[in-house]
């Protein structure tokens, strides 16, 4: 079981780009999750998934888009990238109804 | 999800127990307690969770009051690699479409050799 994994582990963007953040999970789980972790803060939730083809945001979705055509994939994408979404992304999964969630290692991603 | 709140900051010692603790007053009956670390630069790791019995896995034990309004994670020999921030949150379990976790700032935990 390779859990929960996240391509890239960094990224720098400049301003006004586009780009996709990865993430896969092998464990069947039907619920995934980003969240973002600005410095010295706590995690925030940007959008989240209860199965394929559904999807939902969370606190924070302004400027990200996902989709989620099967259960194993989660990608989060960043239409026109700004230094404010300058941060650590955070993909996590777990089964419906639990509070278990497992978590990547995260993205580091730095906007110009 | 009812609110909690942690202290800052913690330190430990190396070998002896660390007692985080946790205070979630508005918690309502349905609504388990959970607890989370994240040691530095990694993503958060599932520690132990209960609802109203006391509880003990192989990393902790999370004592719950008999109100509920409070709790504290006791890893029983802080090692150097505990040092981490430690999250307590509080939601509900069982079915529904929303299965977030609100994440506050935590605890950081230092244990001291």
């Known amino acids: 079981n390779a859990g929960v994994t996240q391509t890239p582990k960094f990224q720098v963007l400049k301003t006004g780009q586009s780009m996709t953040l990865q993430c896969a999970q092998d464990m069947n789980h039907e619920y995934m999750s980003w969240y973002r972790q600005d410095p010295g803060m706590g995690l925030r939730l940007i959008h989240y998934s209860v199965g394929a083809g559904i999807t939902d945001q969370g606190e924070v979705p302004n400027g990200y888009n996902v989709s989620r055509s099967t259960t194993e994939d989660f990608p989060l994408r960043l239409l026109s990238a700004a230094p404010s979404q300058t941060s650590v992304y955070f993909c996590?999964?777990?089964?419906?109804?639990?509070?278990?969630?497992?978590f990547g290692p995260g993205t580091r991603l730095t906007v110009l | 999800d009812a609110k909690t709140t942690q202290p800052t900051s913690m330190d430990c010692a190396e070998g002896r127990a660390a007692n985080l603790p946790c205070n979630h007053s508005t918690i309502s009956g349905n609504e388990y307690v959970y607890w989370y670390r994240q040691i530095h630069s990694q993503g958060p790791q599932y520690i132990i969770h209960g609802l109203k019995n006391n509880e003990t896995n192989e990393m902790a034990s999370l004592i719950i009051t008999e109100d509920r309004k409070s709790s504290t994670l006791i890893l029983p020999h802080a090692t150097l690699r505990d040092t981490a921030v430690y999250y307590c949150?509080?939601?509900?379990?069982?079915?529904?479409?929303?299965?977030?976790?609100?994440f506050g700032k935590g605890t950081l935990l230092t244990v001291n050799p």
């Open positions: 949150i509080v939601r509900v379990g069982g079915g529904g479409s929303n299965y977030k976790l609100t």
């Open positions: 996590a999964s777990s089964y419906l109804g639990s509070g278990t969630q497992y």
